[in-house]
């Protein structure tokens, strides 16, 4: 199977679904999180303290080169939660990286987070024939970090002085990956975990 560049798409599970971002997404998501230093500490751009601050961010994600994002809409309420998203594909290299993600701490360590990644993980290996899916994330996010080798990832190593963060200081980005032989393990945990609640 040839790897297939990722291309704007609806993933449905039961306790989320994920849908391509759009401007409409805007006032759900800065009600879910806006203000939220927490939600958005590690990120690299400010705390949107207004629904345009959320506005710019939603602008910025759907501006950026080979950035397919999704907003995480949580089942029941239909309201939209956070964002995710799918990065640099290379399908001649069959890699592509998740991240960008940001959720309303609501939502954080509960099988909505869960089944986000599996729906992706599952898109990534099972549909665009990816053979690597790697995550990036800053290397004093502990959650973060924790959060991606929990999925089943392997800790790859990190990238010193990577990224300015908006107060001016310098971040190291830790490297993550997973492998398509790896993913039947990682998908049978994640189900398991999904099944267990």
């Known amino acids: 199977m040839t790897a297939k560049t990722p291309a704007p798409v609806t993933l449905t599970g039961s306790h989320v679904h994920l849908e391509p971002l759009g401007r409409a997404h805007v006032p759900d998501l800065f009600r879910a999180a806006g203000q939220d230093e927490e939600v958005f500490r590690w990120l690299t751009f400010p705390t949107p303290r207004t629904e345009q601050d959320m506005a710019g961010i939603?602008?910025?994600?759907?501006?950026t080169p080979g950035c397919e994002a999704f907003v995480v809409i949580q089942a029941g309420t239909g309201q939209a939660v956070g964002i995710t998203c799918f990065y640099d594909a290379s399908p001649a290299n069959e890699w592509v990286e998740i991240g960008g993600t940001w959720?309303?701490?609501s939502v954080?360590?509960?099988?909505?987070?869960?089944e986000a990644k599996l729906l992706l993980l599952t898109h990534a290996f099972e549909e665009l024939g990816m053979g690597r899916v790697m995550w990036k994330t800053d290397h004093l996010?502990?959650?973060?970090r924790n959060a991606i080798?929990?999925?089943?990832?392997?800790?790859?190593?990190?990238?010193r002085r990577a990224k300015q963060r908006p107060d001016g200081s310098w971040r190291d980005s830790v490297y993550f990956s997973m492998l398509a032989d790896e993913w039947p393990a990682a998908k049978r945990r994640l189900t398991e975990r999904l099944a267990a609640g």
């Open 58 to 63: 939603v602008e910025g994600y759907l501006a």
């Open 103 to 105: 959720y309303a701490r």
């Open 108 to 114: 954080w360590r509960t099988a909505l987070n869960t």
């Open 141 to 144: 996010n502990e959650r973060s």
């Open 149 to 159: 080798l929990r999925l089943g990832a392997r800790h790859e190593g990190t990238f």
